[in-house]
């Protein structure tokens, strides 16, 4: 931290004379050169320090503690927009209006009595200009300032956390099963109904956190060895490593994962260094209590607004709502941006990744309070989270085909019923919930095409169903093995015609292409959809249909 003299440095006089004034020194020197050693000693001074301390309003003291908080620096446009304005004064206008005597903010009190500085410091994320207590202050001021440590927030009241949301782990099953879809290439809309119950903002922040963590490949497949090993991690350990490479990710960008708002491409935010930021505040919030998130939120928007704009730009930033043209600029709009992403990170990814749990005040309502989850000292710590449950139950297969998982199966066993099969839906809920599953032509052909025989499926099933197989579904698997598809259901309208000429008449007519297959002297099948058709058809002939359907 730069010291007295530094700040006093290249000052003129007046100045001098002004700083020496608020310490109740006389200062007679003749110029600048000669004066400022002098003042410098005196400031230095413990019994000068103490005394001058203590003369000063409650206001400019409480300025020393917030710098105090943030290990005696804060930058400089954070800094006046909470604790007023200095203004700037050539010296012929600060003589004349002697700001020193007459301030408009405890900013200025301090200045005047060079208590505070002005410096860039060049510290990560970019070297910028901050307000600071110089050196040789900094011991004094520890020792002297008796303020109340100020809180980030409060304790949520009992009625803030009437309805809990506990942290899961769910979220290494949802990973499961997106990267077997990724794995057999389904469309998002061919496996909803196992998404069913997944959180809103879930879905694109899993995918980022896939690649953040090495499982997913630049085309969006899953990486063979590291896929393997998270799927046969334990449930702890497969929890840890997503927690891990969720703090460490220079990638996932949070702040583009808000929902409803909208960023501009050209906006160069620093996601790495604000998720940093905000884990280090939030290490300052009591771990043994429910924690008010709104107020939380608000000790952020006080304390450490700038917690992902180092550089305060307010100013330049594209932002607007997904709904609304307005520009969300201008520090006006910190909590409609800045808060709006602080509540997705807390009740969004460290949530799901298990860090916390959540309550609301009413059943489904807005998240109003937060506490750290029995797992959340070992995930911050970066270790495998303990307790969680074995995956050592067994499958079953039921009317005949269908595939039923449980939760806590292996993972890898169901990565791998998922790859032959189509997907049906979940059932139940926490532990018991139960992946359901099953076998068809086109599943195992699509499986074929990934390498795979049918006879590792039956193989699969037999060694890990609780009962044995239903025999007419192994050998249903042997058979198309062997022979493919042998059996198929198709959707059919037929049309008797009980007068051979009505029914070459048809076939000759212009609705020729709409007969399927004639099966019978009397009987053609149709297309499904071409009923309509063929009835005009058949009056522009001089039959009437009668409909049986």
């Excluded at 004379?17 to 109740?24: D, F, I």
């Excluded at 956190?209 to 969006?220: C, M, P, V, W």
């Excluded at 220079?250 to 583009?256: A, L």
Aim: proline share 7%; charged share 25%; net charge negative.
């Amino acid at each position: 931290m730069p010291k007295i003299n530094q700040v006093l440095q290249g000052n003129d006089l007046a100045f001098l004379r002004m700083v020496a004034n608020g310490w109740e020194y006389d200062l007679t020197a003749p110029d600048a050169y000669t004066a400022q050693p002098l003042l410098v000693a005196y400031m230095r001074a413990p019994e000068n320090i103490r005394r001058v301390f203590g003369s000063l309003p409650e206001e400019a003291r409480a300025v020393i503690q917030s710098l105090l908080e943030h290990e005696g620096r804060i930058p400089w446009g954070q800094f006046t927009r909470q604790h007023g304005e200095l203004r700037s004064m050539g010296p012929g206008k600060r003589d004349r209006e002697r700001p020193d005597l007459h301030p408009v903010s405890p900013v200025e009190i301090l200045w005047y009595h060079a208590m505070i500085g002005k410096a860039f410091f060049d510290l990560p994320p970019e070297a910028q200009e901050f307000a600071f207590i110089p050196e040789e202050l900094l011991d004094p001021f520890s020792e002297l300032c008796d303020l109340p440590t100020r809180q980030w927030g409060r304790p949520a009241t009992p009625g803030e956390t009437a309805h809990l949301l506990p942290a899961s782990d769910a979220i290494i099953d949802r990973a499961s099963s997106l990267l077997a879809a990724a794995r057999i290439g389904l469309e998002m809309n061919a496996w909803k109904h196992f998404r069913e119950d997944w959180p809103k903002g879930l879905t694109p922040f899993l995918r980022d956190l896939l690649y953040a963590a090495y499982l997913l490949d630049e085309q969006s497949l899953p990486m063979p060895e590291n896929t393997r090993d998270f799927l046969v991690h334990s449930r702890g350990e497969a929890l840890g490593l997503l927690a891990k490479r969720w703090m460490h990710s220079r990638s996932i960008n949070e702040f583009r994962l808000v929902p409803d708002l909208a960023i501009a491409e050209s906006v160069d935010n620093n996601p790495h260094g604000t998720r940093q930021k905000v884990l280090e505040i939030l290490s300052q919030v009591p771990g043994d209590r429910w924690w008010n998130l709104n107020s939380f939120i608000e000790a952020v928007h006080e304390r450490e607004p700038d917690f992902q704009r180092p550089g305060g730009n307010y100013d330049t930033w594209f932002i607007r709502e997904t709904d609304s043209t307005e520009v969300l600029s201008g520090f006006a709009s910190w909590h409609r941006v800045d808060g709006r992403l602080l509540r997705y990170l807390i009740t969004g990814p460290m949530h799901w990744l298990g860090f916390f749990d959540l309550a609301s005040d009413t059943p489904g309502g807005m998240v109003t309070a937060f506490r750290y989850s029995p797992w959340a000292l070992e995930l911050f710590s970066e270790n495998a989270p303990k307790g969680l449950p074995e995956e050592d139950r067994k499958l079953s297969v039921r009317d005949q085909t269908l595939i039923c998982v449980p939760v806590l199966a292996p993972r890898w066993l169901r990565y791998q019923v998922a790859r032959f099969t189509d997907w049906v839906q979940i059932t139940g809920a926490g532990d018991e919930r139960e992946y359901q599953f099953r076998a068809s032509p086109n599943s195992l052909k699509r499986a074929h095409a990934q390498g795979l025989k049918t006879s590792q499926l039956g193989t699969l099933l037999e060694r890990w169903s609780e009962t044995p197989l239903p025999e007419g579904f192994a050998r249903a698997l042997e058979n198309w093995e062997q022979n493919g598809v042998q059996v198929s259901l198709q959707p059919a309208l037929l049309v008797r015609i009980h007068h051979p000429e009505a029914l070459e008449a048809l076939k000759k007519s212009t609705a020729a292409h709409l007969i399927l297959e004639q099966l019978n002297d009397t009987t053609l099948r149709i297309h499904p959809n071409a009923e309509s058709e063929v009835i005009s058809t058949l009056a522009r002939l001089g039959y009437l249909v009668q409909k049986e359907l």
